[in-house]
């Protein structure tokens, strides 16, 4: 059953750098399994580079889901992109899964 709603998340993190943070969202995905292999497994990128609009991302997180990504948008001025789900388990929950990343420094960093 797919369900249509839109929901707003946000959190608050300690980090050393939100541009450190936004960097490896935008440019090194595949590093976050390394960081968090708990939660993410496996990051492989499709089609083209990483970085630019357009490109293709498969998440395979929580030890039996996975995601496939495009890349909507990218505003490295506001450390912001957007990605749209285009395969994978959220799309047999929702018609559509689109989620929004914006990285706000808080103080110095």
């Avoid at 708990?38 to 083209?48: A, G, L, M």
């Amino acid at each position: 059953m797919a369900y249509s709603q839109l929901q707003k998340v946000e959190t608050s993190l300690h980090m050393a750098s939100a541009g450190q943070f936004y960097d490896v969202f935008c440019n090194k995905p595949h590093t976050v399994a390394s960081i968090s292999p708990e939660n993410i497994q496996f990051v492989e990128v499709h089609k083209s580079e990483l970085g630019p609009e357009g490109s293709i991302v498969s998440w395979n997180y929580l030890h039996v889901c996975v995601a496939k990504e495009v890349v909507e948008g990218i505003d490295k001025e506001n450390n912001k992109m957007t990605l749209k789900v285009i395969e994978g388990d959220l799309l047999g929950l929702y018609k559509s899964f689109k989620s929004n990343l914006q990285v706000t420094p808080k103080g110095k960093g």
